[in-house]
Nanobody
Framework: QVQVVESGGGLVQPGGSLRLSCVASGGTFSQYAMGWFRQAPGKEREFVAAISWAGASTYYVDSVKGRFTISKDNDKNTVYLQMNSLKPEDTAVYYC??????????????????WGQGTQVTVSS
């Protein structure tokens, strides 16, 4: 059974930075595409970023391009989301997810088989 665990959330002022980490265990992490999603109160879960199994390809929602960076360390079974220049509208619970099949629909919630419990990110002064 694959387990996905996120960490690194917290409270940060506008313009600040956070780095989220996600460890996946119990499966062949090096073969998984990985994604980050977020969900704000009263809103649907939305795609944030994704990375291919080898890390060669990355994808971002337009609202975070140039501010967020996704990366993958297959030796550590970990995927990261570096978030810079944070804005209040980035406030949400951030979820990490694993896709064992490498689907091209990387921005769709139902593409991913395994999900973490989420980590809260709050951007506020």
């Amino acid at each position: 059974q694959v387990q996905v665990v996120e960490s690194g959330g917290g409270l940060v002022q506008p313009g600040g930075s956070l780095r989220l980490s996600c460890v996946a265990s119990g499966g062949t992490f090096s073969q998984y595409a990985m994604g980050w999603f977020r969900q704000a109160p009263g809103k649907e879960r939305e795609f944030v970023a994704a990375i291919s199994w080898a890390g060669a390809s990355t994808y971002y929602v337009d609202s975070v391009k140039g501010r967020f960076t996704i990366s993958k360390d297959n030796d550590k079974n970990t995927v990261y989301l570096q978030m810079n220049s944070l804005k209040p509208e980035d406030t949400a619970v951030y979820y990490c997810a694993a896709d064992p099949w490498g689907s091209s629909a990387y921005d769709k919630v139902n593409t991913y088989d395994y999900w973490g419990q989420g980590t809260q990110v709050t951007v506020s002064s």
